[in-house]
C-alpha cells in the first residue's frame, strides 16, 4: 500500500510518498478489518466513456460536468479522487505501461500570472527530483493545438490513499506506525531540502502529533487562536527566540500576547511513547533556528529502528530557480510549461 501526503498547497504541489513495505507493519495492517484506502468518488468502476478527437489522438471524457481532454492513451476506469481550488483529479490507466495514474487538470492554467507560475514551478520541481519517497511524474499531456493551450494536464503515479485518510478513519495505528511514517516523511524531507527546496505549507496529516493523536493539534479558528494554541503548548517565545522574525511589528505583536508556559508533553499526549514525545518537543520550536533539522531527527534515538544513511539519499544537485523572474509573463510561463509537454511528447 502507499499512500501520499501533499508538501504544498493550491496548484503548486510535491508529494511525499509514505510506502508501507515494512514487513510487520504491513502485516498488522492488512490483519485489520477495517481498510485504510479511500479515495474520492468510491471504489466503483466508472462508466465514464471517452469521445475520441484530433484524428482518434486525444480523447474527451466529462467526468461529472468537468471535461477532461487527454492522449488517447489514458483510458477507463476514469474516476475523480481528489478536487481542490486548481480543479479535480481522476485517476486512469496508462494503456501503454498498465500501470495506474493520477491526472490533475488546472484550468485556465494561465489567466492568473502567480497561479501560472506555480504550475510551472511544480512541473519544474517534480521532474528534477527522482526520490521514492517523493511523488513522480509521468507526464505532461501535450496539448493537441498549441494556439489552444489554457488547460494543463500533470499526471502522476497514482497513490492508494493519503494520511489524512488514513488518520480519519478507524484503523488503528500502533507506535510503531507513527514511526515509519514518520521515518519516511522525513527521508522525502531531507532529499527535499538537499535540493534547497522548502517546504512551506504544513498539513495536519504530515504532523507527527496528529498522526498520534488522530485530531488537529492547533485547531485555529484563525491566525490570533492559531498562535495562541501553539504557545499554549510550547510556551511563549522569549525575546532572543524572536530575532528571526524580521518584522518590528511581527515581534511587538507576538510580545504583547497572553504569556504562557510551557506544558508537560507527557501530560499532554499521555500513553505516548517518550521517544516519539522527545521528538515532536524538539520538532515543535518557535525559533527555526533551534529548531530540530531533518538530518537531526533522523538521528534521534525515536527512528532508530529505521534509520540507515546510507538509505537516506540527497539530490545531487541544487534546484535551479532560474525561471523565477519578476517580468516572466503569461505567455512566457506558458511556452514554458508548453516546452516540458514536449519533453515527454516530442512526437506531436
Not at 514487513?23 to 466508472?46: L, P, V, Y
Not at 510556551?235 to 504562557?260: E, H, I
Not at 525559533?287 to 531533518?294: A, E, G, L, S
Not at 523572474?325 to 516546452?339: G, V, Y
Amino acid at each position: 500500500m502507499s499512500t501520499y501526503i501533499p508538501l504544498s498547497s493550491s496548484s503548486s504541489s510535491i508529494f511525499i510518498i509514505v510506502s508501507s513495505i515494512n514487513k510487520h507493519i504491513t502485516e498488522n495492517m492488512e490483519s485489520n478489518n477495517t481498510t485504510t484506502t479511500t479515495t474520492i468518488g468510491g471504489d466503483q468502476q466508472s462508466n465514464i466513456k471517452g469521445i475520441l478527437t484530433h484524428g482518434d489522438r486525444y480523447v474527451q471524457y466529462n467526468v461529472y460536468g468537468n471535461l477532461f481532454h487527454v492522449s488517447r492513451k489514458y483510458v477507463p476506469p476514469i474516476r475523480p479522487v481528489g478536487r481542490g481550488a486548481y480543479g479535480i483529479v481522476c485517476a486512469a490507466t496508462n494503456a501503454e505501461t498498465r500501470e495506474g495514474v493520477a491526472i490533475k487538470k488546472i484550468g485556465n492554467a494561465f489567466d492568473n500570472r502567480i497561479d501560472a507560475k506555480r504550475t510551472l514551478r511544480e512541473i519544474k520541481l517534480l521532474c528534477h527530483m527522482n526520490h521514492e519517497n517523493v511523488i513522480a511524474i509521468k507526464d505532461v499531456i501535450r496539448p493537441p493545438l498549441k494556439e489552444d493551450f489554457n488547460d494543463v494536464y500533470i499526471v502522476y503515479e497514482l497513490m492508494d490513499t493519503d494520511l489524512h485518510q488514513i488518520i480519519r478513519s478507524n484503523q488503528p495505528l500502533a507506535d510503531d506506525h507513527c514511526r515509519y511514517f514518520l521515518y519516511q516523511i522525513l527521508r522525502g524531507l531531507k532529499y527535499v531540502h538537499s535540493a534547497n527546496v522548502l517546504h512551506r505549507d504544513l498539513k495536519p496529516s504530515c504532523i507527527l502529533g496528529e498522526i498520534m493523536t488522530r485530531q488537529p493539534l492547533f485547531p485555529g479558528k484563525d491566525y490570533v487562536h492559531q498562535l495562541r494554541l501553539i504557545t499554549e503548548l510550547i510556551g511563549s517565545p522569549d525575546d532572543a527566540s524572536l530575532g528571526f522574525m524580521r518584522s518590528d511589528n511581527a515581534q511587538r505583536y507576538v510580545k504583547q500576547l497572553p504569556q504562557y508556559p510551557k506544558q508537560q508533553f507527557s501530560a499532554r499526549f499521555p500513553n505516548k511513547s517518550p521517544g516519539a514525545l522527545d521528538l515532536l518537543e524538539k520538532m515543535l520550536v518557535f525559533d527555526p533556528t533551534r529548531r530540530i533539522t531533518v538530518e537531526e531527527a533522523l538521528c534521534h534515538p525515536y527512528l532508530a529502528p529505521l534509520h540507515d544513511i546510507n538509505e537516506e539519499p540527497v539530490c545531487l544537485r541544487p534546484f535551479s530557480f532560474d525561471f523565477e523572474h519578476p517580468s516572466c509573463t503569461e505567455e512566457n510561463i506558458k511556452e514554458l510549461i508548453w516546452k516540458e509537454s514536449v519533453k515527454f511528447n516530442p512526437d506531436p
